[in-house]
């Protein structure tokens, strides 16, 4: 059964830093799209960050120079690596794959299977 099981999260100050984890069983995840979404309360679900099959790493604006995402493909893995937080970064994450493409969405409903969510809470 292909599944995603995330860890990490939290609560921080603004300025500090989180890591998120996200690992994929079931399916070979390393030559596929691999994503971050996340979403606040009252607010639709937006991506975040994108793990492309062919190693290209996209970032939403709003996180450039914060965020980092990384991959380690022989442990099915992708990591959420967040500094600089904001309180507007609270939000519930989730990572998302599609199995059948290296090319990632922006759409969410694309995704065929998601993580648990993770909470992250950043004050001011």
């Known amino acids: 059964q292909e599944k995603l099981v995330q860890s990490g999260g939290g609560s921080v100050q603004a300025g500090g830093s989180l890591r998120l984890s996200c690992v994929a069983s079931g399916y070979t995840a390393s030559d596929s799209c691999m994503a971050w979404f996340r979403q606040g309360a009252g607010n639709q679900r937006e991506w975040v960050a994108f793990a492309q099959g062919d190693g290209k790493i996209i970032y939403v604006d709003s996180v450039k120079g914060r965020f980092t995402v990384s991959r380690d493909r022989s442990e099915n893995t992708v990591y959420l690596q967040m500094d600089s937080l904001k309180p507007e970064d609270t939000a519930t994450y989730y990572c998302?794959?599609?199995?059948?493409?290296?090319?990632?969405?922006?759409?969410?409903?694309?995704?065929?299977?998601w993580g648990q969510g993770s909470q992250v809470t950043v004050s001011s």
């Open positions: 998302a794959a599609l199995t059948w493409s290296w090319v990632c969405p922006p759409d969410s409903t694309r995704y065929s299977i």
